[in-house]
């Protein structure tokens, strides 16, 4: 790498030494606090609380990097964001283990996450970002460019802490822009080692790492001088986020929550459907955005793919994700198995009909039982909110462009799915769709290559494939008068 030295590498200890990195060391705090396995509830290493103070020196290496940084040629910035990716690869053994540890997936999920965060730095690095040529004529050429915007927070959330991590440390870095990543308190473990081991491919102040409680999202999104928040969260937390950021006018970019239909037509195989239905409405134990929120079923076949989905969901295996066989592990926290736990209490207090599952149950960690309302009312809290947990409604329709506008009311709009086998029809339906992705035939099929964004308060700007990139950038335009000037 041209004009840039590398800092000595740093040897990484899955087992403890979790540490924040500023200004390309390890930073040690005076605090530090645990995470909990969400699986046996014992607590986990220690991880640091940072300061003010830690986050204004992170800042301070953060703006000294990028003058540097900002100015290494676009394809030496995607040689080292590929040999990052070649590391992790690596150690793909221990981010998963650490993952299960940390998130409670079961290791077969665990193990598609940590190929996944792997997967989307290479593809992101190998996608270009040339300057374009709008106009050439005899007389002037106007080109566009992408500029580095300066320094990036990345708030990464506790369901996904190493691919997302990953995702937005590889297009921030590649476009010029220096990172600091925030992983979730209730999971910062794969976070931090990721940018441990960043510290090999990238100058000091490049790539950074805060470890924190409450305090540290607010003054990351107020600091004066942080350029850009990439935030993948709630919707009520992004709206806080978007209006502290707002004060400073940083560029920001919101993956918020989801409500997600699947609008499924009489003519499926209901045995296959049901069971992808399934996968998609319990995977992670429910806690993804993009998880199936509501299942729309065509009252034709209601009742035969209401005992279809029920089979399928009995011969799921709840339990310790680090073991074999677990087909679904705990929530997360403590604080989401509360939140959940309120629409099981729902279903006495509200008389809703349970198809399968509807307890609790009892164990020594954050477990809940995979469950489906029948057809509860349409403005019943389980349709309207978003749980992000192991409880979807299953409801009925008959006409088409009533389920259409079912389906679209909802104040979120991130991602829907059309299940039939006229793709002539479902690409119809799909364009009435108010969301940013629609998916046929299937649900949760994710590319590094393509856009992911939200629709109405699910999000605003766009992660991942060119325009991803793109919002790690500025845009300028030049104009380039060919006449001569005397």
Same mark, same amino acid.
């Given at each position: 790498?041209?004009?840039?030295? =590398? ?74 964001? =590929?040999?990052?990716?070649? $590391? ?74 190493? =691919? ?142 209401? $005992? $279809? =989905? ?97 389906? %679209? %009311? ?5 991602? $829907? ?23 046929? %035939? ?45």
């Amino acid at each position: 790498m041209a004009n840039v030295i =590398l800092p000595v590498s740093l040897g990484l200890n899955f087992k403890n030494d979790f540490v924040q990195i500023i200004d390309g060391v390890a930073a040690p705090t005076k605090e530090t606090r645990y995470g909990i396995n969400p699986a046996n509830l014992q607590p986990n290493a220690e991880a640091p609380i940072a300061t003010s103070q830690d986050l204004d020196r992170a800042v301070d290496s953060a703006r000294q990097a990028f003058s540097l940084w900002s100015k290494v040629p676009y394809e030496e910035r995607k040689s080292a964001v =590929l040999a990052f990716a070649n $590391a992790a690869s690596q150690l793909s053994t221990e981010f998963r283990d650490l993952l299960i540890q940390e998130n409670g997936k079961p290791m077969p999920q665990a193990e598609i996450e940590t190929s996944a965060a792997i997967e989307w730095m290479r593809a992101m690095a190998n996608i270009p970002l040339p300057e374009e040529v709008v106009e050439d004529t005899d007389t002037r050429r106007i080109i566009t460019r992408y500029t580095p915007i300066g320094v990036v927070a990345a708030i990464v959330p506790w369901n996904f802490p190493l =691919l997302l991590a990953a995702a937005k440390i590889a297009p921030a870095v590649l476009t010029g822009n220096v990172v600091i990543v925030k992983p979730s308190p209730f999971a910062p473990y794969c976070g931090l080692k990721l940018v441990e081991l960043a510290q090999r491919f990238f100058p000091r102040g490049v790539v950074q790492s805060l470890s924190g409680d409450d305090n540290l999202g607010p003054w990351i999104t107020s600091h004066p001088h942080i350029d850009k928040i990439s935030f993948t969260g709630s919707t009520a937390t992004g709206k806080s986020v978007l209006q502290s950021a707002s004060k400073t006018l940083k560029r920001v970019t919101l993956e918020l929550g989801g409500n997600d239909a699947a609008i499924v037509f009489p003519d499926v195989n209901i045995e296959k459907v049901a069971e992808k239905v399934a996968l998609f409405s319990f995977l992670n134990s429910g806690q993804i955005c993009l998880n199936v929120k509501r299942i729309y079923v065509h009252e034709s076949i209601f009742d035969e793919f209401k $005992a $279809a =989905l029920v089979k399928v969901v009995q011969g799921y295996t709840i339990g310790d994700g680090s073991q074999h066989g677990i087909s679904h592990g705990p929530v997360q926290n403590s604080m989401q198995y509360e939140r959940v736990k309120t629409f099981f209490s729902d279903i006495k207090s509200q008389g809703w009909e349970v198809a399968v599952g509807g307890d609790i149950g009892s164990s020594t960690g954050y477990f809940i039982t995979p469950t489906v309302i029948d057809r509860p009312p349409e403005d019943s809290r389980i349709v309207v909110k978003e749980p992000f947990g192991p409880i979807v409604p299953l409801l009925s329709w008959k006409d088409e462009e009533e389920v259409i506008s079912r389906a %679209n %009311n909802t104040r979120m709009g991130l991602g $829907a799915s059309v299940w039939t086998q006229n793709l002539d029809k479902a690409m119809r339906v799909s364009k009435e769709i108010n969301a940013g992705t629609v998916w046929i %035939n299937n649900h949760f099929d994710l590319s590094p290559l393509a856009p992911l964004s939200g629709h109405k308060e699910s999000g605003i700007g766009t992660e991942w494939g060119i325009n991803g990139l793109k919002g790690f950038c500025n845009l300028q335009a030049v104009f380039l008068n060919k006449d001569t000037l005397e």
